[in-house]
């Protein structure tokens, strides 16, 4: 995934890949992959520590804004992914509401590996949601069939298309 992100990213000019669109409320695709990118980052920065809050993420403006710039970044994630303990037990903070108040927030028993398995698919998700803006703003900048297309369903299309 993260290989893939990337790869993407290398393709996006900085024009694209700032403007905010209106299919997204305003919003731009950098700004996606800066969400996706804080979710591992928050990962990869906390697991140690044994206790994982998504709510602290860092909205850096450079991530959504300069493409060659979050693809370094998710490029050096790849790079540390051989050094975290996928067995190694955690805590998530999970956030259930809009108030500021961290004692409502229970702690959910979790592992780095089902948190790595989290970050795959939220970034599945956010890339098929990037996919669709690409297609509606962006139709002549070519993006791969099977981008924000889960395993499960690729695998399913496969085996449709071989009966």
Do not use: C
């Not at 998530?92 to 409502?104: A, G, K, P, Q």
């Amino acid at each position: 995934m993260l290989r893939q992100l990337a790869e993407v990213l290398d393709q996006l000019p900085d024009d694209v890949y700032a403007r905010p669109l209106d299919v997204f409320n305003g919003s731009s695709i950098g700004q996606h992959f800066r969400h996706i990118y804080n979710f591992y980052e928050i990962l990869f920065r906390r697991w140690q520590d044994g206790l994982v809050d998504y709510a602290d993420r860092q909205r850096e403006t450079e991530v959504e804004t300069n493409a060659s710039f979050a693809a370094t970044l998710f490029r050096r994630l790849m790079e540390q992914l051989p050094g975290l303990e996928e067995e190694k037990n955690l805590k998530v903070l999970s956030d259930f509401s809009e108030s500021d108040t961290n004692d409502r927030r229970p702690l959910v028993d979790s592992s780095v590996g089902r948190e790595l398995a989290y970050a795959f698919d939220h970034a599945v998700h956010h890339l098929a949601i990037i996919k669709v803006g690409m297609k509606v703003a962006f139709p002549q900048i070519p993006l791969p069939e099977d981008l924000g297309v889960a395993p499960s369903t690729l695998r399913y299309l496969s085996n449709q298309s071989k009966n």
